[in-house]
């Protein structure tokens, strides 16, 4: 929730000083109220622009492999193999983080 309301806040950011209008910046509508103008935000731009939106935590991730990940580690789905020892990840940065931290001992691993 704190990432929709900080999105929000930026958007409506630079109508602040004009009081009378509540216009969206990125399609220059204008609103009557405050709230039917984030209500515009969400339902027609905060969806298609941030597509990758974690349905869990509303946590917007970077891409559609950072949200898997991300949802992977909600669900503690390990898909993620290290082909040397068979430890699993949910995320492949986790796998390299694991060798390289194994290599001090292993220095094939
Ligand atoms: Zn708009
Ligand atoms: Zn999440
Ligand atoms: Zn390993």
């Known amino acids: 929730m704190a990432a929709i309301s900080s999105f929000i806040a930026l958007l409506t950011h630079r109508t602040r000083s004009n009081l009378t209008v509540n216009k969206c910046n990125t399609c ?27 349905k869990v935590c509303e946590k917007i991730l970077s891409s559609k492999k950072t949200l898997r990940y991300h949802l992977n580690a909600h669900h503690n789905k390990k898909e993620f193999m290290c082909g040397v020892c068979g430890l699993t990840f949910i995320a492949p940065y986790k796998k390299s983080r694991h060798r390289k931290k194994k290599s001090y001992f292993f220095q094939d691993h």
């Open 28 to 54: 220059s509508k204008r609103f009557k109220y405050k709230s039917s103008l984030k209500e515009h935000i969400i339902n027609s731009h905060f969806v298609k622009k941030q597509k990758h939106i974690c």
